[in-house]
């Protein structure tokens, strides 16, 4: 099946910059655009990336997303511990005979 | 402004069935499909299906297929999330999404901007 592969876990300094990649394959990400999410603990996740690079609005311009093939990031500059969260790339599949919504399996992001 | 309220917390026993509401306000209910997302304790964030308010189509995903149902009440505007033959397993925060705006030819990609609160399913014995 398919899937959408996210390093579990990362950490910077406050200020500093990180990148959070997404991998996937010609079904999901070389197909279908991608959105990316924040999740605090015990709240629903939000929306901080869609169509592969757009922030909605309120989403600090400071983070920003990229698409390049079958692989997607999640950039956050200037590091702020209010970033510390779990984050999660997703998109559409079309691998099996109905369009599919998947997500990747997360990245822990630490502020150290 | 837009709004998605799910209702409260749910314990049940192996074997039975669960039903979550998720009540939309702040926008027309009919023109934006919702989603179902779960998520097990410690666990990533899984894609359950999605429904069509205007007409009540529905997709779910393969591994829920059988024992999964969802619904609208276009009169209250609630999508409805029905689950039977609950297992242990199946324990997770439940969760609504709203999907994107589509016009006649194509659709915003900001799916995923609206989510409900989350409502906890605990199956025990």
């Known amino acids: 099946q398919s899937m959408l592969t996210q390093p579990p876990s990362t950490s910077g300094a406050p200020g500093q910059r990180v990148t959070i990649s997404c991998s996937g394959s010609?079904?999901?990400?070389?197909?279908?655009?991608v959105n990316w999410f924040q999740q605090l603990p015990g709240s629903a996740p939000k929306l901080l990336i869609y169509?592969?690079?757009r922030r909605p609005s309120g989403v600090p311009d400071r983070i920003s997303g990229s698409k390049s093939g079958t692989s997607a990031s999640l950039a956050i500059n200037g590091l702020q511990s209010e970033d510390e969260a779990t984050y999660y790339c997703?998109?559409?599949?079309?691998?099996?005979?109905?369009?599919?919504?998947?997500f990747g399996g997360g990245t822990q992001l630490t502020v150290l | 402004q837009v709004q998605l309220v799910q209702s409260g917390a749910e314990v049940k026993k192996p074997g039975a069935s669960v039903r979550v509401s998720c009540k939309a306000f702040?926008?027309?209910?009919?023109?934006?499909?919702m989603h179902w997302v779960r998520q097990a304790p410690g666990q990533g964030l899984e894609w359950m299906g999605v429904?069509?308010?205007?007409?009540?189509?529905?997709t779910y995903a393969q591994q829920f297929q059988g024992r999964l149902s969802m619904t609208t009440d276009l009169s209250t505007s609630i999508v409805y999330m029905d689950m039977s033959s609950l297992r242990s397993d199946d324990t997770a925060v439940y969760f609504c999404?709203?999907?994107?705006?589509?016009?006649?030819?194509?659709?915003?990609?900001?799916?995923?901007?609206?989510w409900g609160q989350g409502t906890l399913v605990t199956v025990s014995s």
């Open positions: 999404m709203r999907d994107a705006e589509c016009s006649a030819t194509s659709c915003f990609h900001d799916w995923g901007l609206y």
């Open positions: 702040g926008y027309t209910f009919t023109n934006f499909h």
């Open positions: 429904i069509n308010p205007r007409h009540g189509g529905t």
């Open positions: 010609d079904s999901n990400i070389g197909t279908n655009t």
């Open positions: 169509g592969d690079s």
């Open positions: 997703a998109t559409w599949d079309v691998s099996l005979n109905y369009p599919w919504v998947i």
